[in-house]
Nanobody, 122 residues
């Protein structure tokens, strides 16, 4: 089993930045694809960014050029650097992981989830 714990959320003004972290524990010897999803009020869960070893990062069009996902495999930690935040980025952000998701930004492919961290942009 794998446990995921997000941190780094908070409230910022538009144009500000936040860096989210997702610490993974448990069985970390396997190579997982890890991803960030978000769900705003009244919206479906949306894939934000995904990354895995030997794979190029994948980003939602809405965050390209503003967000950067990175994975420190040695530390079992996933990051999401969010710059130039906009009110529409307001959401609960979730970290997720699974093996070889065929569609990295589709939440249906992920089995392991964190509890989320709230990001509010005003």
């Amino acid at each position: 089993h794998v446990q995921l714990v997000e941190s780094g959320g908070g409230s910022v003004q538009a144009g500000g930045s936040l860096k989210l972290s997702c610490a993974a524990s448990g069985r970390t010897d396997r190579q997982y694809c890890m991803a960030w999803f978000r769900q705003g009020p009244g919206k479906d869960r949306e894939g934000v960014a995904a990354i895995s070893v030997n794979s190029r990062p994948t980003y939602a069009d809405s965050v390209k050029g503003r967000f950067t996902v990175s994975l420190d495999a040695a530390k079992n930690t996933l990051y999401l650097q969010m710059n130039d935040l906009k009110p529409e980025d307001t959401a609960m952000y979730y970290c997720a992981a699974d093996l070889e998701p065929l569609s990295p930004l589709d939440h249906q492919w992920y089995s392991y989830w964190g509890r989320g961290t709230q990001v509010t942009v005003s």
